[in-house]
């Protein structure tokens, strides 16, 4: 199987961070972008070093799609660890193991500790969880591979308590732009649904309590969706099954042709085929189809089940985003929501890389009243995003013109250089949270950056990756950008050096003035 160009990097990336030390690592893809495939071809490279693997996951459908997709895509059969199958006594080098059923201390006392070379964790993101952690203290001198669709930074602070490195990433708007997943328009229902009385249960909203606040507001939904998206496919997702049940009874009503499927369904299978086959064009489920169910042909995502966690709500989400002939976009109903606090996801934050652009794009989205395309909607809030930071830096620079600082203040080199990557990084995992140490203080301010203003190790660490990589590309230096901005001239993190050198030379030639002619407002390097 050829892998895709992301993929190959990846599974090199996984590799390389195990070679240098690293024992625990993380590989981030959208839904969709073959997560299981990049991980089967991470298998097949150690099982020919001579290694036995686990693959750890909490559901039946997951470990199933591992067991399926390394046989179809290496030649790997493996066995399984789960409920009354054993992998004791079998010869094959993988085991695909559920965590309910090895976490029991009389199934896991079975193996040796170092019975596994290296674990792969299926959706990494419940991997905090007292069960999952059982299993890899036990395991303790295991390499450890955390594979998850998590779309933001809050959730890897959490995973990097226990990661201690991001392999590799794959973020959904490259994703969409490469042609590898659907584009996303997005759309807010204008109606007000009041959540406030919503209690919060382990970091998220009381699925009872969403169901009775949802109630009221059911008939008054689906007539809002039969006006948007009655010729579409549709994913409805819902607290609690009896809301799936009666929301589905008042979609049939109005004319959609809706079934719904939960944990106690007999026929599931059967109503998924259905669906599948365009027997049915609405899908509605309490939770229960987030992770190991595909259908390419949804084209529209209603998300009835608020929530704060953004793993949940990618997965919610990525039941839409696979790519299907004819298949123009996903359509990503949105609402109202209305809640004491600013926690709750909307559509901007699958792709927004810090909150202040999500809650502008919200804003946007939610003025707009027809569907707008994510993407579209991103730019926008980050080009008036950058606005007022550029509002806020010139007045930074009045301020240190005061106090003639002899190096560059930090914002003032991201903006120069536009660099949002660095304009909105947080801090994931827990060296990056660690002070800066003395000798990149030094060198930062060796190279011309004010390092006060820089207070993690992390972004202290980028900054100077930057800077190298600015230096073997021969654009301009820190105080090439201080002296040239602070003549007028705008944006010349984007000039080159030997550019840089030359405008310095000649203002230098000419007493320390910008010479007569150059206006630095409107001056653009040829």
């Not at 193996?111 to 299926?122: G, L, Q, S, T, V």
């Not at 609405?282 to 084209?299: A, F, I, K, R």
């Amino acid at each position: 199987m050829n892998l895709r160009p992301y993929q190959q990097q990846a599974r090199e990336s996984i590799q390389a961070q195990w070679e240098s030390g690293v024992r625990r690592t993380l590989l981030v893809l959208p839904t969709g972008c073959g997560k299981t495939i990049v991980f089967s071809k991470v298998i097949e490279d150690r099982v020919r070093l001579g290694e036995r693997l686990l693959v750890l996951a909490h559901r039946g459908e997951l470990l199933e799609q591992a067991a399926d997709k390394l046989e179809k895509s290496t030649g790997l059969k493996c066995a399984t660890e789960k409920a009354e199958q054993t992998s004791i006594g079998s010869w094959f080098r993988v085991v695909v193991g559920s965590i309910q059923t090895l976490m029991r201390p009389k199934r896991l006392e079975q193996f040796a500790p170092d019975h596994f070379d290296a674990i792969i964790i299926d959706e990494a993101h419940h991997c905090i969880s007292d069960s999952y952690q059982r299993v890899l203290q036990y395991f303790s001198g295991a390499k450890v591979l955390g594979v998850t669709a998590t779309p933001d930074r809050g959730d890897m602070r959490n995973l990097g308590s226990y990661f201690e490195s991001l392999a590799f990433e794959y973020t959904l708007p490259k994703a969409i732009k490469e042609g590898y997943l659907s584009p996303i328009k997005a759309m807010t229902i204008p109606l007000q649904l009041d959540l406030s009385a919503v209690r919060q249960q382990s970091g998220d909203f009381s699925a009872g309590d969403l169901g009775t606040a949802l109630d009221p507001y059911l008939e008054s939904i689906a007539a809002e969706m039969w006006k948007v998206a009655k010729g579409r496919k549709i994913v409805v997702f819902l607290p609690l099954v009896k809301t799936s049940q009666k929301f589905t009874r008042i979609l049939n009503e109005i004319g959609f042709r809706a079934a719904e499927v939960n944990g106690e369904s007999q026929d599931r299978a059967e109503i998924l085929e259905d669906f599948e086959n365009d027997k049915y064009n609405v899908l509605c489920n309490s939770m229960l189809l987030t992770e190991g169910w595909d259908c390419p042909s949804v084209d529209c995502v209603v998300v009835l089940r608020p929530t704060k966690v953004r793993s949940l709500y990618s997965q919610m989400v990525g039941r839409g985003t696979r790519l299907f002939p004819g298949k123009t976009e996903l359509l990503l109903l949105d609402f109202l929501w209305h809640t004491e606090r600013h926690e709750l996801c909307h559509p901007a934050h699958l792709i927004a890389e810090s909150e202040e652009i999500a809650q502008a794009m919200t804003k946007q989205i939610e003025e707009a009243g027809v569907p707008l395309d994510l993407e579209a909607v991103e730019k926008q809030a980050m080009d008036d995003v950058v606005a007022q930071r550029e509002e806020a830096l010139a007045k930074q620079l009045a301020e240190m013109k005061r106090r003639k600082r002899a190096l560059v203040d930090p914002l003032q080199f991201e903006m120069s250089i536009q660099a949002e990557d660095l304009a909105n990084y947080v801090p994931a995992f827990g060296w990056e949270m660690a002070p800066p140490s003395e000798k990149q203080i030094k060198t930062l301010e060796k190279l011309g950056i004010f390092p006060d203003e820089i207070d993690n190790a992390g972004k202290a660490t980028k900054l100077l990756e930057r800077l190298d990589k600015r230096r073997a590309e021969g654009l301009t230096t820190p105080k090439q950008i201080r002296f040239l901005e602070g003549k007028g001239f705008e944006h010349v993190g984007t000039w080159s050096f030997e550019t840089a050198k030359n405008l310095i030379d000649r203002i230098a030639a000419n007493g320390w003035r910008v010479p007569e002619g150059i206006d630095p407002k409107g001056y653009r390097p040829v």
